[in-house]
């Protein structure tokens, strides 16, 4: 049972262009999300959070969307860079102290 | 901000043999560690959650006396994978939670097993 998911396996955006990166989970008692940017055979690098008293969070050129009665979050990226392209991985938690439930990942090409 | 190192990074060992793998929070004291599986294209799978100085707490499914965990201090917790098993071929990695101010957890660069 996927609690949390990213539909898209992947997306190919121009450099300078937005990215939008979607994920959606069933697990209403999920109230804290964050994004996670992966390289292989590396670990992952925390991007971005937000709590569900939130729908929006912004930092630099990451913007964390979330739709609470949609179930759906999403991020944002702009303008996208060539060093953006990575594996990006949305995470859910019910509480910020407990235990993260990860989507499948997205992988993003930013292309020149 | 903060660093979690994995020790090895990689280790081939032989079908039967047990390996240990080394996570630890370098400049800061994580008094919980997560142990996470990822197979090729797929999402991290949590295995368990470390508390110094008590055990483990298993997710559903993970054989604990396989996958043994130990967190015996602030800064180190270590999975040890025993009777390794071409299955158990995998890239494990940890994390850890900083409990002052920020909830994220850090994690570290991960460990390739493959077992032969």
């Known amino acids: 049972d996927q609690q949390v998911k990213q539909n898209s396996p992947s997306l190919s955006v121009q450099e300078g262009r937005i990215s939008i990166l979607n994920c959606d989970y069933t697990n209403s008692m999920f109230d804290y999300f964050l994004w996670y940017k992966k390289y292989p055979a590396e670990g992952p690098t925390f991007l971005i959070s937000i709590s569900s008293i939130k729908d929006k969070n912004e930092d630099g050129r990451f913007t964390v969307f979330l739709n609470k009665s949609a179930k759906h979050l999403s991020l944002h990226i702009v303008p996208s860079q060539p060093g953006d392209s990575a594996v990006y991985f949305c995470?859910?938690?019910?509480?910020?102290?407990?235990?993260?439930?990860f989507g499948t990942g997205t992988r993003l090409q930013v292309t020149l | 901000g903060a660093v979690v190192s994995q020790h090895p990074s990689w280790v081939i060992c032989k079908s039967g043999t047990s390996v240990k793998i080394e996570c630890r929070s370098l400049?800061?004291?994580?008094?919980?560690m997560f142990w996470y599986r990822q197979f090729p294209k797929q999402s991290l799978m949590l295995m368990a959650t470390s508390n110094e100085g008590s055990k483990a707490t298993y997710e559903q499914g993970v054989e604990k006396d396989k996958f043994l965990i130990n967190h015996a201090s602030l800064t180190l917790s270590t999975l040890t994978v025993t009777s390794a098993h071409p299955e158990d071929s995998s890239f494990y990695i940890c994390?850890?939670?900083?409990?002052?101010?920020?909830?994220?957890?850090?994690f570290g660069p991960g460990t390739r097993l493959t077992v032969t």
């Open positions: 995470a859910a938690s019910p509480g910020t102290a407990s235990k993260l439930t």
């Open positions: 400049d800061f004291q994580a008094t919980t």
């Open positions: 994390s850890a939670r900083d409990p002052v101010g920020v909830y994220e957890q850090y």
